[in-house]
């Protein structure tokens, strides 16, 4: 009896762990649709799909870097490659999809590569979200990175000061 005792507290645990991911994860698409939406992008909705989170990010990103008159519109396009790379290879682990075996083989031969590729990845996720905090919060954008590379639990909370903050920017403007 210990033992199934043990096995429902695990499962209460791991319940519990995915709705902490799971209302992270919400509040980051919500903190990303409100900067969207302040900034009247047309695509701010996306955010609430998987993977157009970093789409709008992207967008948000390249809107405050051209507004600086640099034309740097890329990092939306990263963002949403990193993404797709993501679940492929999440898809390729899991056996999800035909000829996954075809896949690990070729994946087997190219793991650094794969690596490499998901560090620029996370970095362009960094960079987008730098972007963001420093244009709208100054120097607090350097805590909001480091917390955010530390312990990315705090991203989302980050994100919702930026929209509060940069909600208060436009009104003190008008």
Not at 125 to 138: E, I, K, P, T, W
Request: overall charge positive; some cysteine; glycine content about 6%.
């Amino acid at each position: 009896m210990p033992s199934a005792e043990r096995n429902k507290a695990m499962s209460f645990v791991d319940y519990l762990i995915i709705g902490i991911l799971l209302l992270i994860v919400a509040g980051a698409a919500y903190a990303i649709y409100r900067l969207g939406d302040a900034l009247a992008l047309r695509s701010a909705w996306v955010a609430w799909i998987p993977g157009g989170t970093l789409w709008v990010l992207g967008c948000v990103a390249d809107e405050f870097t051209l507004q600086k008159k640099r034309w740097l519109g890329w990092l939306r396009w990263v963002l949403l490659a990193h993404w797709l790379l993501t679940l492929f290879m999440a898809l390729v682990f899991y056996g999800m999809i035909p000829f996954s075996e075809l896949f690990l083989a070729v994946a087997d031969k190219f793991l650094l590569e794969l690596i490499l590729l998901s560090i620029i990845g996370m970095v362009a996720v960094y960079v987008a979200l730098y972007r963001v905090y420093r244009h709208v919060c100054g120097w607090l954008g350097i805590l909001f990175i480091v917390l955010g590379v530390l312990f990315w639990i705090p991203t989302p909370f980050c994100l919702l000061y930026t929209v509060k903050r940069w909600r208060r920017n436009l009104l003190l403007k008008t």
